[in-house]
C-alpha cells in the first residue's frame, strides 16, 4: 500500500528527547516500511526515516531557536502540500488531531486520525459531529469515554520495537524513578512525596516544557532541595534502559485521563514494576498484581512500591512482550489501511447541535 504518515512538527521523528506521539509514528513507519509498503512521512526536515521523507518546515518546532514560531502556520503549510498530493496515496494517516478535517473533508474515506490527547475538552464533540466522516482510532478505550458516539473504528494501544528496552542482568533496583513531564498533572511532587516516606532516593528524568515553566520554579524545584532527589532532565531512548532498568519501579502517580502512557511500557519492556494511580489508561495498560499496582491514594501508593519490589522482573517483560510488542500495533493498523482500502466507509452526515 501507499500510506501517508502526518506527524506533528512539534519534535522531530523520532524525537531527539521528549515526544511520545513523534516517537510512536516513527516506530510505525518503520515496521510499515519493513513490511514491503510504500510509506512516506510527512514531518520536520530533521526527522530521520527508511521511508521517503517530505518536509515543510526545515526543523521541528521545540528545538529551534527562533524566538518567534507559529505552530498553526507550520502546520496548514505542510497540509496543505499535502491535499495537493493525497491522490498519491492509498491511506492518509494523521496524528495531529483534527486540524486535517476542514481541509481533507472530501476524501475523509482515505483517512484515519490517531487521536493522541485528552478527549474531554469543551470545544471538541462539536468538531467530531461536525466533521463525522473522519475515521478515528483511539489509543485506549478511556480515551473514548467523553465522546463514545464518535466515529471510533478501532482501538489501538501503542506498542515499542522489542529491543529497544532491554532489561539489564543484574538491575540495581536502589532507586525510584520518575520520566516524563514535569506538569502539573503528571505530579511529581507525589512521586517526590512517595520516594521521601519509602525511604528511597528518587531520579526524575524529565522535560520542562515553556508552559510548565512557573509550576516547576514555585512548586517543584523547592523539593528537589536534599540528596534524595536528582533531577536529571531529559533523556533520549538509548539511556532509558538503564534509568528505567535500574529502578525499583516506577513512579507515574498522574492527576489527568491519561490518552496513553507510553513510559509504562518502556518500563514494563525493561522489566520495572509501575506504580500508578488510577486514571484514564492506567487500568488497561497495567497489569495490576503482575506488572505493577494500581492504587488510588498516597497510602495505596506507599504500600505498593515494597510490594511491587518482590515481583519477577522477567514476568513483567513477558507481559510487556505479550501485549504491547511493536508488531501487535503494527497488525492492527495494517488491518485497518486494508479495511479502509477495501470497504470505503459510509460517510456519516454532520450532526450540529446549538450551543
Known amino acids: 500500500m501507499r500510506i ?13 528527547l521528549y515526544g511520545g ?11 510499515l516500511v519493513e513490511r514491503g509498503h ?26 529551534d531557536p527562533a524566538p518567534q514560531k507559529s505552530a498553526l502556520a507550520a502546520h496548514l503549510s505542510m497540509l496543505h502540500g ?30 484515519v486520525t490517531t487521536l493522541h490527547g485528552r478527549q474531554d475538552k469543551q470545544d471538541l464533540a462539536q468538531a467530531y459531529r461536525r466533521w463525522s466522516g473522519f475515521p478515528l482510532v483511539s489509543i485506549s478505550d478511556s480515551q473514548r469515554k467523553p465522546m463514545p458516539w464518535a466515529n ?32 502539573p498533572e503528571k505530579r511529581p511532587d507525589r512521586a517526590i512525596e512517595i520516594a521521601r ?24 524545584a523547592p523539593m528537589l532541595e536534599g540528596a534524595d532527589v536528582e533531577f536529571i532532565g531529559e533523556i533520549d531512548d ?42 484514564g489508561s492506567v487500568p488497561e495498560i497495567v497489569d495490576d498484581g503482575i506488572s505493577g499496582r494500581v492504587v488510588d491514594g498516597m497510602e495505596e501508593a506507599v504500600a505498593a512500591v515494597a510490594e ?31 479495511r479502509l482500502t477495501q470497504e470505503q466507509p459510509v460517510l456519516k452526515q454532520p450532526v450540529l447541535k446549538k450551543a
Open 152 to 183: 471510533w473504528f478501532d482501538t489501538i494501544h501503542h506498542g515499542l520495537p522489542p529491543g529497544l528496552c532491554i532489561p539489564p542482568s543484574r538491575p540495581a533496583c536502589d532507586y525510584l524513578a520518575f520520566l516524563g513531564r514535569l506538569s
Open 21 to 31: 506521539t513523534e516517537r510512536v509514528v516513527s516506530y510505525l513507519t518503520e515496521a
Open 197 to 220: 516516606r519509602v525511604g528511597m532516593p528518587l531520579k526524575i528524568a524529565a522535560k520542562v516544557g515553556a508552559g510548565d515553566q512557573r509550576y516547576f520554579h514555585q512548586t517543584i
Open 238 to 279: 538509548s539511556r532509558k534502559s538503564e534509568f528505567l532498568g535500574n529502578a525499583a519501579a516506577l513512579l507515574f502517580p498522574i492527576d489527568w485521563p491519561e490518552p496513553f502512557g507510553l513510559v509504562m511500557i518502556e518500563a514494563m519492556a525493561c522489566g520495572t514494576p509501575v506504580v500508578a494511580w488510577r486514571e
Open 82 to 111: 499535502i491535499r495537493q498530493c493525497a491522490d498519491d496515496f492509498d491511506v492518509l494517516h494523521f496524528h495531529i488531531d483534527l486540524l486535517p478535517f476542514p481541509i481533507f473533508e472530501t476524501v475523509a474515506h482515505k483517512t
Open 308 to 338: 511491587v519490589r518482590t515481583y519477577d522482573r522477567r514476568r513483567i517483560r513477558a507481559c510487556f512482550d505479550r501485549r504491547f510488542d511493536a508488531s501487535r500495533m503494527v497488525d492492527r493498523y495494517e488491518s485497518l489501511y486494508l
Open 38 to 63: 510504500q510509506v512516506t512521512l510527512f514531518a520536520s526536515g530533521d526527522s530521520a526515516t527508511s521511508g521517503d521523507l517530505t518536509s515543510f518546515r526545515e526543523q521541528a518546532l521545540r528545538l
Open 4 to 16: 501517508a504518515q502526518i506527524a506533528p512538527l512539534l519534535e522531530s521523528v523520532p524525537p531527539r
